[in-house]
């Protein structure tokens, strides 16, 4: 199982092994639970209390021993929306910050899967009007990231109601038509050898250079002199390119 997924939820993996043991268990006691963790006793019983105040696991009373179990998985929804909540608190205080701080130009190189999510999620959240992107290929869209994480982008991009325009190579001509299929979505196609481990995104002010290597890295641009030359670039790919 792919326990990271509870790691970005805020759970230490201590947490997570716990939770995941009670989940197996059903009900249990702290003792059978450090037999099956395999954690030392201090650690499991930290994971325990801090799984309680976090509502993920309860307890009774029997005898002079506590009995644990795990809440339903479906409270993480609780769980998520909960944080989500909270974070919405501050969130304007926190975007006054930044607006405070007068940023003319700003490159940001990112590594890794979550790094390259990152600049995406900055692009699609930089008010731009339109989202363009020409590169990418087969690898990229099939092997480095998975065509699942694809489609959650776009549905993203569609729900926050943003336009796109994209030049594909005909080695992705078959997602590049699904995605024609989509809301607010428009595809070309330049010749295979258009294809490259390299996609350039332009959205508002900002501009995305990606490189899907096996280790995966890119850059982040902002700058509307910046953007607007890559603009350019586009449109000549797209007048190029072919339906």
Not at 42 to 50: E, F, G, M, P, Q
Not at 185 to 191: G, M
Not at 205 to 214: D, K, P, R, S
Request: aromatic share 10%.
């Amino acid at each position: 199982m792919e326990s990271s997924i509870l790691e970005d939820l805020g759970l230490s993996k201590a947490e997570i092994n716990v939770y995941i043991s009670l989940l197996e268990l059903g009900t249990s006691s702290a003792g059978a639970i450090l037999q099956r963790c395999r954690l030392q006793n201090s650690v499991t019983h930290r994971a325990l209390n801090s799984l309680i105040e976090k509502g993920l696991i309860t307890y009774i009373i029997e005898g002079k021993r506590k009995i644990y179990q795990a809440v339903s998985p479906d409270f993480f929804y609780d769980f998520i929306e909960d944080k989500k909540r909270r974070f919405e608190l501050i969130l304007p205080e926190l975007k006054k910050k930044r607006e405070a701080v007068d940023i003319r130009t700003e490159a940001t190189i990112y590594k890794g899967k979550k790094g390259i999510w990152q600049i995406y999620n900055d692009l699609l959240n930089s008010d731009g009007k339109e989202y363009l992107t020409f590169g990418g290929g087969k690898q990229v869209t099939y092997s480095v990231m998975g065509e699942e994480w694809w489609k959650l982008l776009h549905s993203k991009r569609i729900l926050k109601k943003i336009p796109a325009r994209q030049v594909f190579d005909e080695s992705i001509r078959e997602f590049g038509e699904e995605l024609k299929k989509r809301p607010l979505s428009k595809v070309k196609f330049l010749s295979q050898e258009f294809e490259q481990l390299t996609e350039t995104i332009i959205c508002g002010n900002a501009v995305g250079i990606v490189m899907f290597t096996e280790n995966p890295y890119g850059v982040l641009i902002r700058d509307k002199v910046v953007a607007d030359s890559y603009r350019k670039n586009f449109k000549i790919l797209w007048e190029k390119a072919k339906e």
